[in-house]
């Protein structure tokens, strides 16, 4: 048996094995198996370790202290792909991201200050930046606190997550195809409108009513439909080639399951969350649904809540040209998912008529649930 340290954390609202660099091999090549035997692949069941069978909880992050300027540490983010014997190590995951700064404080990467300190992050997928404030107290993490997030039981210490200058992160652009508004072509259905963005990760944004939905339907309901799976994979695998990431959507699947997402979107609208709860249209100005490696994701992503704030306030995009009333930036843009509300908060300006994202900035919570060794068979 092989055996390494790793430490499992709950980032937002996913969760997944933390390692420091120094622990692993110096051998990439080596990773993969290692972190594939770590969750319990390929098995879907994923039986053999540590795995949660969905794409939130089998995330895997590798972190290291910075020798860059004015950066404390770099990170990798792997998705492991439930199933099948691969790690995705495309995209960037927001919600583990939250989990960084405070196992950077944890693990003395970076020194605890009173009541807060600013951890300046690298995300090595995307090699974009993120400050994160991560409070402290006795010299490390403050875990404790009164801050709520949907789609996670309790309340924890507020973390300040903001993405800085995001756009462009996998194409080097915000908008991709340089439209706010795309027809796409999909076999066996016909043109629909889609809103392609790259935000933190690429997105592709269509309208419920588009796809014969509503929009308020819950994660089991849209994986039952098998049907409206098929469309949406069709959809984001048009989009996957249309920005050069795939030559047709068959490889898209395959090469390319987590770039770009997809998502849906409708008006307010109240219904009852997947705990639950009643989620009412006047604590939201959009419903979002997002499928993540061929899945509906039971919150929203955090990098497709970024897109789809980012998208809200794109004069000519599908949401700004479906909605109206949307607020303020300064007030943020209020999303509706299946575990319930969150607030982003898109900074945008306008220079020499091009569109800069200066930053999006969320509220998020992380906990370390376990620390330890994880052992492997090779």
Not at 179 to 207: C, K, Q, W, Y
Not at 326 to 351: A, F, Q, R
């Amino acid at each position: 048996m092989r055996r390494f340290k790793t430490v499992f954390m709950r980032g937002g609202t996913s969760k997944g094995c933390m390692f420091l660099k120094e622990d692993l091999p110096e051998d990439r090549r080596q990773w993969d198996s290692i972190f594939l035997q770590v969750m319990g692949d390929p098995d879907p069941k994923q039986i053999d370790g540590l795995g949660g069978t969905v794409s939130s909880n089998n995330k895997i992050v590798v972190v290291w202290k910075s020798e860059e300027p004015d950066v404390d540490v770099e990170y990798l983010v792997g998705q492991i792909i439930v199933g099948k014997s691969q790690v995705d190590y495309k995209s960037n995951c927001g919600n583990m991201t939250a989990a960084v700064g405070p196992f950077a404080v944890e693990e003395g990467l970076v020194e605890a200050g009173e009541p807060s300190v600013i951890v300046r992050m690298l995300n090595r997928n995307t090699d974009k930046y993120i400050n994160i404030e991560v409070p402290c107290k006795n010299g490390t993490f403050a875990q404790e606190g009164d801050c709520s997030i949907a789609g996670v039981d309790g309340t924890a210490a507020e973390l300040k997550v903001n993405f800085l200058n995001p756009a462009g992160a996998k194409t080097g652009k915000l908008l991709p195809t340089g439209n706010v508004l795309d027809h796409l072509d999909i076999p066996g259905f016909g043109t629909i409108e889609a809103t392609i963005l790259d935000i933190s990760n690429p997105m592709v944004l269509v309208r419920a009513e588009d796809i014969g939905m509503t929009g308020v339907e819950l994660p089991e309901e849209i994986n039952a439909n098998a049907e409206v799976c098929d469309l949406l994979e069709k959809i984001r695998g048009t989009a996957c080639c249309k920005m050069g990431f795939a030559k047709d959507l068959e490889e898209a699947s395959a090469n390319s399951p987590a770039v770009p997402k997809v998502g849906f979107f409708t008006g307010p609208s109240s219904f009852t969350g997947i705990g639950g709860e009643e989620i009412r249209e006047e604590e939201m100005d959009i419903c979002v649904r997002v499928i993540s490696v061929f899945k509906c994701h039971k919150a929203c992503p955090l990098t497709s809540a970024s897109a789809v704030s980012v998208a809200a306030c794109l004069k000519g995009s599908l949401i700004e040209k479906t909605l109206s009333g949307l607020p303020d930036g300064n007030k943020g843009l209020k999303i509706g998912h299946p575990s319930g509300i969150m607030t982003m908060y898109p900074g945008l300006t306008e220079e020499q008529r091009e569109i800069k994202v200066s930053g999006v900035a969320v509220q998020r919570t992380a906990r370390r649930i376990m620390e330890g060794t994880v052992y492997i068979r090779n």
